[in-house]
């Protein structure tokens, strides 16, 4: 962990983009670190994910967590609900190494946390929580050999018990290599099928799984 950490910044609600709307379920988004990283190494506002730790950084990632992202009925979803203040820099920091971006934090408290509740800290915690209780597949193995998105989806939900391939979604850039993965929760925070509208990657689609270096 770094001696000093940025102090987090107030982040305006973007005009017009407030969605106050009922509660329905969620979304646990997470990120692959080396494919985000894979383009920015070099630049300072992702030093502490990215810079590794010869270079300020704090280490090396495999999945972070992206957010946990309240999700309504149909298309749209609550965003922005409440004006959000900065976090205090100790908060953050308890969280810094399951999401290793102070600006993240604060962006995903107040796009998406305020909307599920007035304590930043029980929503840090509930999406750590979960975060942490995910069993991951052996990326390593999987990234040395010929995989689709279908195949992927099920590696993951074999290593989770009462989890299936239906309760995730899979992000796949345009040049086919694995950004993203999310799970599917019900209101109660237990996974669930995707909704219909939540559609990821194809499962046909072919996915490689970069994991780091040059």
């Given at each position: ?6 102090a ?26 080396p494919?985000?990283?894979?383009t ?6 992702h ?6 730790v ?28 409440r004006p ?6 100790s908060?953050?920091?308890q ?20 909307c ?6 029980r929503?840090?915690?509930?999406g750590?929580?979960?975060y ?9 193995a ?8 279908g ?16 309760m995730?979604t899979?992000?796949v ?18 996974p669930?099928r ?19 270096g040059s």
């Amino acid at each position: 962990m770094p001696d000093r950490i940025e102090a987090p910044r107030q982040i305006s609600v973007p005009a017009g983009e407030r969605r106050v709307l009922p509660i329905d379920g969620y979304t646990l988004a997470l990120s692959w670190s080396p494919e985000f990283c894979r383009t920015r190494r070099r630049e300072p506002n992702h030093r502490l994910q990215c810079g590794g730790v010869r270079n300020g950084g704090a280490g090396r990632f495999g999945f972070i967590l992206h957010g946990l992202w309240p999700e309504g009925r149909g298309r749209q979803w609550p965003q922005w609900c409440r004006p959000a203040r900065p976090l205090p820099r100790s908060l953050v920091r308890q969280h810094l190494c399951v999401t290793p971006s102070v600006s993240l934090i604060q962006r995903e408290w107040a796009r998406h946390g305020t909307c599920a509740t007035r304590d930043p800290g029980r929503y840090l915690r509930a999406g750590a929580i979960m975060y942490r209780a995910l069993r991951y597949p052996d990326m390593n193995a999987l990234s040395r050999r010929p995989l689709t998105v279908g195949q992927f989806s099920s590696a993951f939900a074999a290593r989770n018990r009462g989890v299936d391939p239906s309760m995730f979604t899979v992000e796949v850039n345009e040049r086919g290599w694995l950004e993203e993965v999310r799970l599917c929760l019900g209101r109660n925070f237990r996974p669930r099928r995707c909704p219909a509208h939540m559609r990821g990657s194809h499962n046909r689609t072919r996915m490689q799984i970069w994991r780091g270096g040059s």
